[in-house]
């Protein structure tokens, strides 16, 4: 089946740092790649929508220039962290359908950020 | 806008016990819906997942559920509980349009004693 990864899959920075998150297809392309983001035992909450060649969409609340996404690839999304905080602490996932398959998606295995 | 209810956040069974994990819907289309594991500190494994046909899905690691539109419902079953579906389990939601984010519920925790 396919694949989708993360990296790194674990990372401590200290407050006011920034740290990257990328989110890869291996085998499949995605125009659309999502993030989301969860709390200890909570459940995941949409943060934004990873378009390829064009700006993400933020849920509500979800500040854009602190979580900066960037679609460069059709097989690569990244999440930039800026100027994190202890409480932006979290588990981070991603997922991505393939193009033009309707239901299928791929969730990545998360990026656990622990801000200092 | 689409939603999912989860009932019951933690639930018990003995290893043998049937396995009930409750899952209901709310949405203005015809939804797909997904039942997904999470073990402690890893991502998503989907169990199953309904789309079109028949109502009654099988899954790995002998779950099924059933949809239900006249009651909304995507409940989770397994007629015998292992020590090793002890984990996270959530209900989504997700209408017809490709690459369209899910919808989670909050989850629900499945306990399994010896």
């Avoid at chain 1, 909570?42 to 900066?68: C, I």
């Amino acid at each position: 089946g396919a694949v989708v990864s993360q990296h790194p899959s674990w990372v401590i920075c200290k407050s006011g740092t920034s740290v990257k998150i990328e989110c890869r297809s291996l085998d499949f392309q995605a125009t659309t790649m999502f993030w989301y983001r969860q709390f200890p035992k909570q459940s995941l909450m949409l943060m934004a929508t990873s378009n390829e060649g064009s700006k993400a969409t933020y849920e509500q609340g979800v500040e854009k220039d602190k979580f900066l996404i960037n679609h460069a690839s059709l097989t690569l999304s990244t999440l930039t962290v800026t100027s994190a905080h202890p409480e932006d602490s979290s588990f981070y996932i991603c997922s991505a359908p393939p193009s033009g398959v309707v239901y299928e998606q791929y969730f990545g295995p998360g990026t656990r950020l622990t801000v200092t | 806008a689409q939603s999912v209810t989860q009932l019951g956040s933690h639930v018990s069974v003995s290893e043998g016990a049937l396995v009930l994990l409750r899952c209901n819907y709310s949405s203005s289309v015809p939804p797909y819906l997904f039942w997904y594991v999470q073990y402690p500190n890893q991502g998503l494994q989907l169990l199953l997942k309904y789309t079109t046909g028949a109502t009654l899905v099988k899954g790995i690691n002998g779950f099924e559920a059933e949809f239900k539109k006249s009651e909304t419902s995507f409940h989770l079953t397994k007629p015998s509980a292992h020590m090793s579906d002890a984990a996270e389990y959530f209900c989504a939601v997700s209408d017809y349009q490709a690459g369209t984010a899910l919808i989670f519920g909050k989850g629900t925790t499945l306990s399994v004693s010896s």
